[in-house]
């Protein structure tokens, strides 16, 4: 067995972490992958590996520049994508995935219309990225402008990205986000009836309470995350620092 020494608990919570998005749903097979930061190591899930197999023995690293340090598997193919979100905000983890419903409003529309408050937990109205090949340099780019000011974006005809100081509240922000788009997909499909949408003003409302949600004390239940945390985490378990509103994987497509 492999001595992981300080990147245990995190890679073994990350590992848990990419389980939940199988089991609730937001990803099929080995699709999706999930990254969280220990100092300037990323350690991120390996390539094209089931997530019920992941051991100790398959930790995968890289450093902020790419370079492999941990681990002999290959790292996810979307590994462009994940640097560039550590880069280019303060994240310690992100999230990935394939969910059916936000894949599918990606497809519909360049921003998810502000069908719930919860949007303000992501910084703002959700942008989706512009198409590109998956596991290039130019998805990265589309992914980070479209994260510009947000905690959470949707990939044109692929998926969703999500990141937060914490794996719990990057995963979380994947479910909420999820969660909406199953919410605007139904309203939607009403006959003869619009959806009642949220006014900038409303959201903005919202935002300002969801930053005093939860135990601010214990460094919870923060709504939007923006530019706090160290970019860094020690693997927290399943069930903290969820955001207010629907429960973890509600509407994740199962």
């Not at 749903?25 to 197999?53: C, E, K, Q, W």
């Not at 462009?80 to 519909?108: E, F, I, N």
């Not at 990225?129 to 000011?149: I, Q, S, V």
């Not at 998926?159 to 509240?169: A, F, H, S």
């Given at each position: 067995m492999?001595?992981?020494?300080?990147?245990a608990r995190?890679?073994?919570?990350?590992?848990a972490?990419?389980?939940?998005?199988?089991?609730?749903?937001?990803?099929?097979?080995?699709?999706g992958?999930?990254?969280v930061?220990?100092?300037d190591t990323?350690?991120?899930?390996?390539?094209?590996?089931?997530?019920?197999r992941l051991?100790?023995?398959d930790?995968?690293?890289?450093?902020?520049?790419?370079r492999?340090?941990?681990?002999?598997?290959v790292?996810?193919?979307?590994?462009p994508?994940?640097?560039?979100?550590y880069?280019?905000?303060?994240?310690?983890?992100v999230v990935?995935?394939?969910?059916?419903?936000?894949t599918?409003v990606?497809?519909?529309?360049?921003?998810?219309?502000l069908i719930?408050?919860?949007?303000?937990?992501?910084?703002?109205?959700?942008r989706v990225?512009?198409?590109?090949?998956?596991?290039?340099?130019?998805?990265a780019?589309?992914?980070?402008?479209?994260?510009?000011?947000?905690?959470g974006?949707?990939?044109?005809?692929?998926?969703?990205?999500?990141y937060?100081?914490?794996?719990?509240?990057?995963?979380?922000?994947?479910a909420?986000?999820?969660?909406?788009?199953?919410?605007?997909?139904a309203?939607s499909s009403?006959?003869g009836?619009t959806?009642?949408?949220?006014?900038?003003?409303?959201?903005t409302?919202a935002a300002?309470?969801?930053?005093?949600?939860?135990q601010q004390?214990?460094g919870?239940g923060?709504?939007?995350?923006?530019?706090?945390?160290?970019?860094?985490?020690?693997?927290?378990?399943?069930?903290q620092?969820r955001e207010?509103?629907q429960g973890?994987?509600n509407?994740?497509?199962r």
């Amino acid at each position: 067995m492999t001595e992981l020494g300080e990147t245990a608990r995190p890679w073994r919570a990350l590992v848990a972490t990419a389980r939940r998005t199988v089991s609730d749903g937001l990803v099929v097979g080995t699709s999706g992958n999930v990254s969280v930061r220990v100092g300037d190591t990323v350690l991120v899930t390996p390539s094209g590996v089931p997530y019920d197999r992941l051991t100790d023995d398959d930790c995968t690293g890289v450093g902020l520049d790419g370079r492999q340090v941990l681990g002999t598997l290959v790292p996810t193919s979307e590994l462009p994508m994940h640097l560039a979100v550590y880069r280019g905000t303060d994240a310690g983890a992100v999230v990935h995935t394939h969910a059916v419903h936000a894949t599918a409003v990606s497809t519909l529309v360049t921003e998810l219309p502000l069908i719930h408050y919860m949007a303000g937990a992501l910084g703002g109205p959700v942008r989706v990225a512009p198409y590109a090949t998956y596991g290039t340099e130019e998805l990265a780019g589309n992914m980070l402008r479209a994260l510009d000011g947000r905690t959470g974006c949707l990939l044109r005809n692929h998926g969703t990205v999500t990141y937060g100081t914490t794996l719990d509240q990057a995963y979380d922000r994947t479910a909420q986000l999820e969660w909406m788009c199953r919410v605007w997909l139904a309203a939607s499909s009403v006959p003869g009836l619009t959806p009642a949408l949220l006014t900038p003003e409303q959201l903005t409302q919202a935002a300002e309470r969801l930053r005093a949600y939860g135990q601010q004390g214990q460094g919870q239940g923060q709504g939007q995350g923006m530019g706090s945390g160290s970019g860094q985490v020690s693997g927290q378990g399943p069930g903290q620092g969820r955001e207010p509103g629907q429960g973890v994987g509600n509407g994740a497509g199962r």
